[in-house]
């Protein structure tokens, strides 16, 4: 998961989108969906915890 996240920031750090405007709209587009994966993650995993116990 780190390694995927370490490519995508280096690739995108190579196509520029890390300069001015551009880097500060592509940073919090990042976060939203990076916490919107988090969350995901999350639900799935307290869906099935239930099912773990029984």
Not at 39 to 51: E, N
Request: proline letters at 2%; aromatic letters at 18%.
């Amino acid at each position: 998961m780190a390694q995927t996240v370490q490519i995508f920031l280096k690739t995108a750090s190579r196509s520029g989108n890390f300069d001015g405007t551009n880097g500060a709209l592509f940073t919090i587009f990042y976060k939203i969906y990076f916490a919107k994966f988090l969350l995901k993650i999350t639900a799935c995993f307290v869906r099935s915890f239930p099912l773990k116990i029984a």
